[in-house]
Nanobody, 124 residues
Framework: QVQLVESGGGLVQPGGSLRLSCAASGRTISNYIMGWFRQAPGKERRFVAGISRSGGSTSYGDSVKGQFTISRDNAKNTVSLEMNSLKPEDTAVYYC?????????????????WGQGTQVTVSS
């Protein structure tokens, strides 16, 4: 099975940028739709961004459109999330996930494999 490990989280000031990375092992991520989710304290885990197997299609949650960019490098077996213009409401644990579905879903249950999460805190 594929294992996923996120990195790149940390503390950033409002308006700043951060790049998260997800490294996969055990399987090639070219077999999976890849996604990023986030979960803030007291809130549900929500879809942030997704990318198709070849990288030809992307999808974003309404709250981050125009702000975040997802990308993948199948040769390196990694997926990234570039986060710009960060706001305090972006504070959350961010999770990398992999799906064997044929369509790019925003539902967490569609993703069978998850990383451990990385904390992103946006604060001055």
């Amino acid at each position: 099975q594929v294992q996923l490990v996120e990195s790149g989280g940390g503390l950033v000031q409002p308006g700043g940028s951060l790049r998260l990375s997800c490294a996969a092992s055990g399987r090639t991520i070219s077999n999976y739709i890849m996604g990023w989710f986030r979960q803030a304290p007291g809130k549900e885990r929500r879809f942030v961004a997704g990318i198709s197997r070849s990288g030809g299609s992307t999808s974003y949650g309404d709250s981050v459109k125009g702000q975040f960019t997802i990308s993948r490098d199948n040769a390196k077996n990694t997926v990234s999330l570039e986060m710009n213009s960060l706001k305090p409401e972006d504070t959350a644990v961010y999770y990398c996930a992999a799906s064997r579905a044929m369509v790019l879903s925003q539902a967490p249950v569609s993703y069978g494999f998850w990383g451990q999460g990385t904390q992103v805190t946006v604060s001055s």
